[in-house]
């Protein structure tokens, strides 16, 4: 990580805490975490966020714009709703951008189980920005299964709780995980409080799974 990487994370976590010392009292954690995923934002919704450094969250129009992918510098592509009768694009289709891809065939809806995908896309996040690489996380609105996506790499690679990860995410993107990635992300953050926040590996990551 570079001095103006440090910078500007050192920025973000600034920004947490002080954030994080507003929260009033509340009875209810889950009440707390839809209270942040629920406050609008102010402004345009552009189609892409960076919201941590080299880290990007967007739409389906930005994964098919290769032109502004390949100009922000993208090494790594997470298709958080790849399928045939999703986002069908593959790596196949960034055959011209070299950037490693991984497929997650999520569906945004409460029942769906994402949580078995959180290890996996945590350790490619995690790999890809531990050599200087450039990673773009994306659903179909970048709003709930890229946001879930990227929370749980906060969490397990950056030692984030919950709560931490969705200030940090919405200084920059208004992200909204379903009820039902509410409550798996909440389980994770219960499982991560357990074990004292030192699961980052691909072996211990298996438990998260569960």
Request: net charge neutral; with cysteine; charged share 15%.
């Amino acid at each position: 990580m570079n001095e103006c990487q440090l910078i500007e994370l050192i920025t973000i976590l600034q920004s947490i805490k002080k954030l994080s010392l507003m929260i009033p009292f509340i009875h209810s954690f889950i009440h707390f975490l839809n209270h942040l995923i629920l406050k609008k934002g102010a402004g345009a919704y552009p189609s892409y966020h960076q919201v941590w450094p080299n880290l990007y969250i967007g739409d389906e129009s930005m994964a098919r714009d290769k032109a502004t992918l390949s100009s922000l510098g993208v090494t790594h592509i997470v298709n958080a709703a790849a399928g045939r009768h999703r986002i069908h694009t593959g790596p196949q289709f960034y055959n011209d951008l070299e950037v490693e891809y991984l497929a997650v065939e999520a569906a945004d809806h409460p029942e769906f189980n994402l949580r078995p995908y959180f290890s996996s896309s945590a350790n490619f996040i995690e790999n890809a920005l531990n050599n200087n690489g450039k990673v773009f996380v994306h659903c179909a609105m970048g709003v709930s299964r890229s946001g879930t996506l990227v929370l749980a790499y906060l969490m397990i690679c950056q030692g984030l709780s919950l709560a931490e990860a969705i200030i940090a995410v919405r200084l920059n993107r208004d992200i909204g995980p379903n009820s039902g990635f509410l409550e798996q992300l909440r389980q994770l953050d219960l499982s991560l409080s357990s074990q004292g926040r030192q699961i980052t590996s691909e072996n211990n990551g298996d438990k998260l799974q569960q």
